[in-house]
């Protein structure tokens, strides 16, 4: 669907036509079209994407239907035949209809045992409406979901295949799972021949992640094998309806390289060895502004949920609670529990203290009569109290399965529920913050990015390191995943852990040369010549702790904050240019040049740079779509009303 994007951009259909959005123009200057004409005037149909000598085309977003994610990771399939075990195996995903669509029933019993034996419906196979499956292997050379073959997509030991479907009735949608072999001296055309199937019903999608081992049947009917599959469930985000005004899903402002993130705001406060420790206590409001007061662009945080469902800052999923007050504190007095089994009001009036406090029985902070410095700020509250000119970095603190087979945090909530709660705030007290979502999972990733297009995401990986417990999924294993993964999801980028950086910095390369947005994190980064060194690379930001004293900026302010009053520097010239113009209509005096300053002046800093900013081509960014902006009757946007035309993050 093209629309103008510079009028109002609801999408306008009949009552009770559901309207899915697969793929989107997103060029940096939008399309316009008029009915009856064509773009070029040439009579040629316009090519999807390809306007304005650019092509860009992105996925859509979820509106009414759902998407399932089958996952195969980790030689999920298991054929017990051996003379299966050196063939290439295709594997074809379809989604099932359960429920039939005919009104003509059987109504006597011949008629039932008619059907019953009836070969024509014995094999038939209704596909739903609007169901639509793609699949994407994470070591092609093309890691991109792609419609599957007539025979599936070809799978070999070690792969990662991911499909995904989308569908409107997810509770009467069954998967059947094809397999396919060709013969030994297969002529070139031949096609390959049945070997088995599975079923995934959907009770076996029991919640909206999982995992599950299905039987592979062969066409006689017999056991062959087995499937194991990981699954995720993918749904629409509630009470919110995205739209074609702004989408910073995949653009960056490639001027944008080196930035400093002040990690949980000035810096990690727990650690074994105090020296190295931030003196503002983490991931609250005073850390986070002191980050911001000495020049953070981006200040990095921890979003978990509260038992009442309330998203709030903090970075380690247990806390310790004292079960009495004691002048000295004995690690068996205390009481450790998961931040998600307390309410906010007990996060905020019990006596809490970090983990690491407890194991150490030596309390750091002593700050309660200190309202900035308390633990468990609200996301709602960082938001609304922090420069809005500073950029965050919003990590989704979500548990991961680690190799062992066990898990961080066993998840009792759903997780679109979760992310759905956390989206919300975030989409309703956001503003023009610059904003951007990471985590280690990457399935949390995929939600966000399929749930909303307005904020981008970037995939959070660990790398090898023997500094943490290694994760199980192989996403996150190697920067060459992440950036395969990040890819086929069309995230942003990644952030990944310097410690595989200094290993071999060409992996640096690997992502920037993909056109991904790349950060790093980890605790080689709390060094001025580290972070040197890595912004040498190329990387677009560094997450490190006490930007107080590692920053080598000589002016203590975020980049949005300095471009921001620069645009609005060159908005006011421009209108004390236009004034002077001789092709104006009407000799401009003192006054009308005052008018126009008083305008721009009663402008926000980030509304009068996305003005400015929508007057320039942005050579090799992503996207630019209007967004309020006024246009007069000759097609002319107002330059002297409160306008936001286009956003850079």
Not at 99 to 128: H, I
Not at 597 to 607: E, K, N, P, V, W
């Amino acid at each position: 669907m093209w629309i103008n994007p510079t009028k109002e951009m609801d999408i306008s259909v009949e009552p009770g036509v559901q309207v899915m959005v697969r793929r989107w123009e997103t060029n940096l200057n939008a399309r316009r079209i008029r009915a009856g004409t064509h773009q070029d005037g040439s009579g040629e149909p316009d090519v999807f994407g390809d306007f304005d000598n650019s092509t860009r085309v992105d996925s859509g977003w979820l509106t009414q239907e759902s998407v399932v994610q089958l996952k195969m990771f980790n030689n999920p399939l298991t054929l017990w035949r051996p003379k299966y075990s050196t063939r290439t195996v295709y594997i074809k995903v379809t989604p099932v209809n359960l429920t039939r669509q005919t009104s003509d029933k059987p109504t006597t019993m011949a008629e039932v045992l008619e059907e019953s034996l009836s070969t024509d419906t014995q094999d038939q196979v209704e596909p739903p409406k609007y169901a639509h499956t793609v699949v994407a292997s994470l070591i092609s050379t093309s890691s991109h979901f792609e419609p599957q073959g007539q025979f599936g997509k070809e799978y070999n030991p070690n792969d990662m295949l991911m499909f995904e479907t989308s569908v409107l009735d997810l509770k009467n949608i069954a998967f059947l799972i094809d397999l396919y072999i060709y013969r030994t001296h297969a002529s070139s055309g031949d096609p390959p021949y049945h070997v088995g199937f599975s079923y995934l019903l959907p009770s076996a999608l029991k919640s909206s992640e999982g995992h599950t081992v299905l039987p592979v049947t062969s066409v006689k009917h017999r056991p062959i094998g087995q499937i194991e599959l990981n699954y995720v469930v993918i749904k629409p985000l509630p009470n919110f309806q995205c739209d074609m005004r702004v989408s910073y899903a995949r653009h960056w402002n490639k001027r944008r390289q080196g930035l400093d993130v002040g990690h949980r705001g000035l810096g990690t406060s727990f650690k074994d060895e105090t020296k190295n420790c931030s003196e503002v206590r983490e991931n609250t409001i005073a850390s986070l502004k002191t980050a911001a007061s000495h020049g953070a662009d981006f200040v990095e945080f921890d979003v978990q949920l509260s038992k009442d469902l309330v998203p709030v800052i903090y970075h380690d999923f247990h806390v310790c609670m004292a079960m009495k007050r004691k002048k000295e504190l004995v690690y068996a007095d205390m009481l450790e529990l998961p931040v998600k089994e307390l309410t906010l009001e007990q996060l905020h009036f019990l006596k809490i203290y970090h983990v690491l406090e407890g194991k150490t029985k030596n309390p750091r902070f002593f700050d309660e009569d200190l309202e900035e410095h308390q633990p468990f700020p609200t996301l709602q509250q960082v938001l609304e109290v922090i420069d809005p000119h500073v950029g965050f970095n919003v990590e989704i603190k979500w548990s991961n399965q680690l190799i062992d087979g066990s898990q961080e945090l066993e998840n009792s909530l759903d997780i679109n529920l979760y992310l759905d709660t956390i989206l919300d705030v975030l989409l309703r007290y956001g503003g023009e913050r610059r904003i951007i979502f990471s985590c280690f999972n990457a399935d949390a990733c995929r939600l966000i990015r399929l749930k909303q297009n307005k904020y981008p995401v970037m995939f959070l990986t660990q790398g090898q390191t023997a500094k943490y417990p290694n994760y199980s999924d192989p996403r996150c294993q190697t920067i060459e995943a992440a950036v395969q993964f990040a890819l086929c999801t069309e995230l942003l980028g990644v952030n990944v852990h310097t410690e595989d950086l200094l290993r071999d910095n060409s992996q640096a390369r690997l992502a920037i040369e993909a056109g991904l947005v790349i950060f790093c994190w980890g605790d080689d980064n709390n060094d001025p010549a580290t972070i040197k060194h890595l912004k040498e690379l190329g990387l677009h930001a560094v997450i490190y702790d006490k930007i107080d004293q590692y920053s080598n900026k000589e002016v203590k302010e975020s980049i949005f904050l300095v471009e921001a009053r620069e645009s609005q520097r060159q908005l006011l010239l421009l209108a004390a240019a236009n004034a002077e113009s001789p092709s104006s209509s009407q000799p401009k005096t003192s006054e009308d040049v005052e008018k126009a300053r008083q305008c721009f002046l009663g402008m926000s800093t980030a509304a009068s740079h996305e003005s400015l900013d929508s007057r320039s081509s942005d050579q090799g960014t992503a996207l630019l779509q209007p967004m309020g902006s006024s246009i007069d009757k000759r097609g002319i946007p107002c330059t002297c009303k409160k306008t936001i035309k286009k956003r850079t993050i």
